[in-house]
Nanobody, 120 residues
């Protein structure tokens, strides 16, 4: 089993910043891509940002130039620095990791989600 623990969500005013963290642990052989997705009420889950083991990143157009994804491979941790937050960024943010695992053929795992609320 692989466990993902997210932290860093909360309530922030428009224009503010938050930093999300996600730590992966358990039966990890290797992690390839790590990423963040979000789901707002009444909407489908959408990609926010991903980062490969080599450091290549991909962002949704809506967060480019405001959000920054990074990772610490030694700690199996991925971060999402969110700046200039807008009310439209309000959602539950989910961590996702893709890789290979001991005892499992699952392609990926999801975290439990952390709420981000942007409001004045």
């Amino acid at each position: 089993q692989v466990h993902l623990v997210e932290s860093g969500g909360g309530l922030v005013q428009p224009g503010g910043s938050l930093r999300l963290s996600c730590v992966a642990s358990g039966s990890i052989f290797s992690i390839n891509a790590m990423g963040w997705y979000r789901q707002a009420p009444g909407k489908q889950r959408e990609l926010v940002a991903t980062i490969t083991s080599g450091g290549s990143t991909n962002y949704a157009d809506s967060v480019k130039d405001r959000f920054s994804i990074s990772r610490d491979n030694a700690k199996n941790t991925v971060y999402l620095q969110m700046n200039s937050l807008k009310p439209d960024d309000t959602a539950v943010y989910y961590c996702n990791v893709r890789g290979t695992w001991y005892g499992s053929y699952r392609p990926d795992y999801w975290g439990q989600g952390t709420q981000v609320t942007v409001t004045s």
